[in-house]
């Protein structure tokens, strides 16, 4: 008996062996032909779901993958319960509490035992992670109790580092540390596999759209009447950074602060400073939309922010019942950001953002470019674009933002960028909000898009958008 089942064990093994030789898009399209429309060595097709399975040819994939690993039948992997790694370099552990704050590690999830993450690492391909990020987090949106959080860690080798219940994502977002210095696109791709995980994303990082910098010239060139403007008590979020509320020209304008980062001290006031200011200063520095409410969140420092941060920030702004949000502010594309600003336009929000100061060959700018994001790029007192402005179809209007004077730190100070120039933006808006409280923000976008002043070649293009923001004009227009 144990004769003929060394038997029936080689001759399965040697299947295996013919079937392993064989490249995995050759078996795979041998027995599904509509695979054969699919090319997994095009770097384009490397996160199509098929590729994925295979192991992909793409440059990004995991180390096992880029080998050309050779994957066993579930049959033999049966047969070998716990295949061994490839060997790999040990990581330096990062600094970090050995267990997850909060209390003693979990234990392993219901149905199975952990699973080790250098395991994981053989057969999960690399998720290719494009724009700045922090090294050693990931975030990711679970299905389920803080339970399940903990088995989740415990399963993938991570520190929970923050949870929390976001509004507008609608679920729990975890903020997730790699302890073991795994790269954020294996563990993201590690993650997946497990179900209760809906949204897995870099912690990307975001700076603010300040270029290196004279009577305010914005009233004149939007056509906006300054001694007519007013934004009485209409409710603006500014995400930015702190402020400095003993200037003048913030006198009586913050109706709220939070602050999305509270464990970092302030040492940087200015730019927010200007923002709130553009946007609704009084006194010799008056805004574009006087009496407006500022609520204000500070997810800034040194002119860097992460993802987690302005989530958190977007969340507070919402639960202000704010009618625009201003986000003077450029990162990489990243889907946890784009849900968020889909459900607050849902919410009714206008949602205001720079285009980004990287330059005309410069990657698109989030989350300026994201549907329902009005993306603002700057012009200068003659209606010229400002040189180190981002270009691209995202672009939707412009507006001044070259070489104004604006409220900065407890004074004031000229400033240059596509931040102020989307302060400009979202201040003429609260100028239309006053005066008709029942416009949609459906309908602001289509009255600044249709009255736009056309600059550049004919009709919208990658530059000026629809052209120079006209509020006379968007204020008179009507559906």
Same mark, same amino acid.
């Given at each position: 008996?144990?004769?003929?089942?060394?038997?029936?064990?080689?001759?399965?093994?040697?299947?295996?062996?013919?079937?392993?030789?064989?490249?995995?898009?050759?078996?795979?399209?041998?027995?599904?032909?509509?695979?054969?429309?699919?090319?997994?060595?095009?770097?384009?097709?490397?996160?199509?779901?098929?590729?994925?399975?295979?192991?992909?040819?793409?440059?990004?994939?995991?180390?096992?993958?880029?080998?050309?690993?050779?994957?066993?039948?579930?049959?033999?992997?049966?047969?070998?319960?716990?295949?061994?790694?490839?060997?790999?370099?040990?990581?330096?552990?990062?600094?970090?509490?050995?267990?997850?704050?909060?209390?003693?590690?979990?234990?392993?999830?219901?149905?199975?035992?952990?699973?080790?993450?250098?395991?994981?690492?053989?057969?999960?391909?690399?998720?290719?992670?494009?724009?700045?990020?922090?090294?050693?987090?990931?975030?990711?949106?679970?299905?389920?109790?803080?339970?399940?959080?903990?088995?989740?860690?415990?399963?993938?080798?991570?520190?929970?580092?923050?949870?929390?219940?976001?509004?507008?994502?609608?679920?729990?977002?975890?903020?997730?540390?790699?302890?073991?210095?795994?790269?954020?696109?294996?563990?993201?791709?590690?993650?997946?596999?497990?179900?209760?995980?809906?949204?897995?994303?870099?912690?990307?990082?975001? =700076?603010?759209?300040?270029?290196?910098?004279?009577?305010?010239?914005?009233?004149?060139?939007?056509?906006?009447?300054?001694?007519?403007?007013?934004?009485?008590?209409?409710?603006?979020?500014?995400?930015?950074? *702190?402020?400095?509320?003993?200037?003048?020209?913030?006198? *009586?304008?913050?109706?709220?602060?939070?602050?999305?980062?509270?464990?970092?001290?302030?040492?940087?006031?200015?730019?927010?400073?200007?923002?709130?200011?553009?946007?609704?200063?009084?006194?010799?520095?008056?805004?574009?939309?006087?009496?407006?409410?500022?609520?204000?969140?500070?997810?800034?420092?040194?002119?860097?922010?992460?993802?987690?941060?302005?989530?958190?920030?977007?969340?507070?702004?919402?639960?202000?019942?704010?009618?625009?949000?201003?986000?003077?502010?450029?990162?990489?594309?990243?889907?946890?950001?784009?849900?968020?600003?889909?459900?607050?336009?849902?919410?009714?929000?206008?949602?205001?953002?720079?285009?980004?100061?990287?330059?005309?060959?410069?990657?698109?700018?989030?989350?300026?470019?994201?549907?329902?994001?009005?993306?603002?790029?700057?012009?200068?007192?003659?209606?010229?674009?400002?040189?180190?402005?981002?270009?691209?179809?995202?672009?939707?209007? =412009?507006?001044?933002?070259?070489?104004?004077?604006?409220? =900065?730190?407890?004074?004031?100070?000229?400033?240059?960028?596509?931040?102020?120039?989307?302060?400009?933006? =979202?201040?003429?808006?609260?100028?239309?909000?006053?005066?008709?409280?029942?416009?949609?923000?459906?309908?602001?976008?289509?009255?600044?898009?249709?009255?736009?002043?056309?600059?550049?070649?004919?009709?919208?293009?990658?530059?000026?958008?629809?052209?120079?923001?006209?509020?006379?004009?968007?204020?008179?227009?009507?559906?």
């Amino acid at each position: 008996m144990a004769a003929e089942a060394l038997v029936r064990f080689a001759a399965i093994l040697a299947a295996a062996m013919t079937i392993a030789a064989v490249p995995a898009s050759a078996q795979t399209n041998a027995t599904n032909p509509d695979r054969a429309k699919i090319d997994c060595s095009n770097e384009a097709n490397a996160t199509a779901a098929d590729c994925v399975k295979d192991g992909g040819g793409a440059k990004g994939g995991s180390g096992a993958a880029e080998a050309g690993a050779v994957f066993l039948p579930a049959l033999i992997v049966d047969l070998f319960p716990n295949p061994i790694a490839p060997p790999a370099p040990v990581p330096t552990p990062r600094p970090g509490p050995a267990t997850p704050p909060g209390g003693n590690q979990a234990g392993p999830p219901p149905g199975g035992p952990i699973v080790s993450p250098t395991d994981l690492i053989a057969v999960q391909p690399r998720r290719a992670v494009t724009g700045e990020f922090v090294p050693d987090e990931v975030l990711v949106t679970v299905d389920g109790d803080a339970g399940a959080v903990q088995q989740i860690a415990a399963s993938f080798g991570l520190e929970v580092r923050s949870q929390r219940q976001s509004r507008l994502l609608g679920t729990t977002l975890v903020r997730f540390g790699i302890p073991d210095g795994r790269p954020v696109g294996v563990v993201l791709a590690q993650l997946a596999a497990d179900g209760r995980t809906q949204r897995r994303e870099p912690n990307h990082i975001y =700076s603010l759209q300040q270029a290196a910098g004279i009577v305010n010239y914005a009233f004149d060139r939007i056509a906006l009447d300054a001694k007519q403007a007013s934004g009485e008590n209409v409710r603006i979020a500014v995400i930015d950074t *702190g402020i400095d509320d003993t200037n003048p020209a913030l006198a *009586g304008v913050i109706a709220g602060q939070f602050d999305a980062m509270p464990d970092v001290p302030i040492e940087k006031r200015d730019h927010g400073t200007s923002i709130d200011g553009l946007i609704a200063g009084v006194g010799a520095l008056e805004g574009m939309a006087p009496g407006a409410r500022i609520y204000h969140a500070r997810a800034f420092e040194g002119g860097k922010s992460t993802m987690d941060v302005i989530l958190s920030a977007l969340d507070w702004a919402a639960d202000q019942n704010v009618s625009i949000i201003n986000m003077s502010f450029v990162g990489p594309k990243n889907d946890l950001l784009g849900t968020a600003c889909r459900n607050a336009r849902a919410l009714g929000m206008v949602l205001v953002a720079a285009a980004g100061n990287n330059g005309p060959k410069a990657p698109y700018g989030y989350p300026a470019a994201f549907d329902g994001v009005i993306a603002v790029t700057a012009t200068d007192a003659k209606d010229g674009l400002m040189p180190q402005a981002n270009r691209g179809a995202y672009v939707f209007i =412009s507006a001044p933002g070259v070489e104004m004077v604006a409220p =900065s730190g407890a004074g004031s100070d000229v400033v240059t960028g596509t931040s102020f120039a989307a302060a400009i933006v =979202s201040g003429a808006i609260a100028n239309l909000i006053h005066a008709d409280p029942n416009r949609s923000a459906d309908d602001i976008e289509k009255a600044l898009a249709a009255t736009a002043k056309d600059l550049g070649p004919k009709g919208r293009d990658n530059d000026f958008g629809f052209g120079l923001l006209d509020t006379k004009a968007a204020e008179a227009a009507k559906e």
